[in-house]
T-cell receptor
Framework: DGGITQSPKYLFRKEGQNVTLSCEQN?????MYWYRQDPGQGLRLIYY???????QKGDIAEGYSVSREKKESFPLTVTSAQKNPTAFYLC????????????FGPGTRLTVL | RKEVEQDPGPFNVPEGATVAFNCTYS??????FFWYRQDCRKEPKLLMS???SGNEDGRFTAQLNRASQYISLLIRDSKLSDSATYLC????????????FGKGTMLLVSP
């Protein structure tokens, strides 16, 4: 089955800890994205990557970091510098030459205790 | 003006009803338009891309009005399973352009 996987589904961390969220896709998509969704809010872009070893900041990159060492993988690290990290994190990908359609993974719900 | 605006709802309709959502966007350079559906505590799923000429997929019809910068989604013969939040999404032309999401319109279909 082709798709996007995210793990873990639920994550709890203590304040001051860094945590890494996994995102893997086997759709052979070039571009990958990370979004954050807060209750009653639209999705906000954190980082995106159009090609391996390259990525760009989105609208709310402060307190986050990413890497893109493989086409299939785009992990997101939520650092202790992120002031309000509790949120629903969504990873997406899109294909070359697509009409910009993005396809989402099931998300990781992060709660900071 | 917000980039993508939607009425948050909820829209409460009985099964079998026809319901329409509108969405306005502020960036006249927007070229790609989509409706996504998001169930509670789940990821958004692409419902329809919206083309200039409008398009239909079964009970769903999407229309684009570039002059007025709005997009609409019409759902006919509503089903209980249509209950969800519908996200309006726009993007500039081409490539790996980033998407701008509206906050969504909630639809509740009752028996």
């Amino acid at each position: 089955d082709g798709g996007i996987t995210q793990s873990p589904k639920y994550l709890f961390r203590k304040e001051g800890q860094n945590v890494t969220l996994s995102c893997e896709q086997n759709l052979n998509h070039d571009a990958m994205y990370w979004y954050r969704q807060d209750p009653g809010q639209g999705l906000r872009l954190i980082y995106y990557s159009q090609i391996v070893n390259d990525f760009q900041k989105g609208d709310i990159a402060e307190g986050y970091s990413v890497s893109r060492e493989k086409k299939e993988s785009f992990p997101l690290t939520v650092t202790s510098a992120q002031k309000n990290p509790t949120a629903f994190y969504l990873c997406a990908s899109s294909a070359t030459g697509s009409y910009n359609e993005q396809f989402f993974g099931p998300g990781t719900r992060l709660t900071v205790l | 003006r917000k980039e993508v605006e939607q009425d948050p709802g909820p829209f409460n309709v009985p099964e079998g009803a026809t319901v329409a959502f509108n969405c306005t966007y502020s960036n006249s350079a927007s070229q790609s338009f989509f409706w996504y559906r998001q169930d509670c505590r789940k990821e958004p799923k692409l419902l329809m891309s919206v083309y200039s000429s409008g398009n239909e997929d079964g009970r769903f019809t999407a229309q684009l009005n570039r002059a007025s910068q709005y997009i609409s989604l019409l759902i006919r013969d509503s089903k209980l399973s249509d209950s969800a939040t519908y996200l309006c999404v726009v993007a500039p032309l081409g490539g790996y352009s980033t998407l701008t999401f509206g906050k969504g319109t909630m639809l509740l279909v009752s028996p």
